[in-house]
């Protein structure tokens, strides 16, 4: 399974300009014809829902929160094995460790708590790279292995 983050789905919902962009709505097309292939996790679709809270009113924020898996065909992951606040702080304290931001580290602890995760789909591949045994790909690099 892939796990995508945040970045792909801001691109896609905020910033259509980006030179990112086509790249983007290439690798989202893919996802969608292989509904429930791919995944993000809670925190992931937490970030993206605070991004795109500016730009909504409650009612579309709401739709969109209820229609976010579906309107990209992915599961959303929650973390497995913890069951209070002193599990969730003992599973992150390793990720900190490597030098990760808190919210790249949220998302990393979930994934990587799924063994049936082997890749994960990011712009952002440098602050994944090296911190972790899934292969990190950005949505190019992702694109071109499976052509």
Do not use: C
Not at 25 to 38: I, K
Not at 94 to 115: F, I, W
Request: glycine residues 4%.
């Amino acid at each position: 399974m892939t796990v995508i983050d945040s970045d792909i789905f801001i691109i896609a919902a905020r910033f259509p300009r980006d030179q990112r962009s086509a790249e983007n709505q290439r690798f989202l097309a893919l996802v969608r014809q292989h509904p429930n292939t791919f995944a993000t996790t809670i925190f992931n679709k937490l970030e993206v829902m605070g991004e795109l809270s500016f730009g909504m009113n409650e009612a579309q924020f709401d739709r969109f929160w209820q229609e976010f898996d579906r309107h990209f065909g992915i599961v959303v992951l929650m973390p497995q094995g913890i069951v209070n606040l002193e599990g969730l702080w003992a599973a992150l304290l390793p990720y900190l460790k490597r030098k990760m931001a808190l919210g790249d580290a949220l998302v990393l602890m979930v994934a990587e708590s799924h063994p049936e995760v082997d890749t994960f789909v990011t712009w952002n591949a440098k602050h994944f790279r090296g911190k972790t045994h899934l292969s990190v790909l950005t949505p190019s690099e992702f694109l071109r292995q499976r052509a």
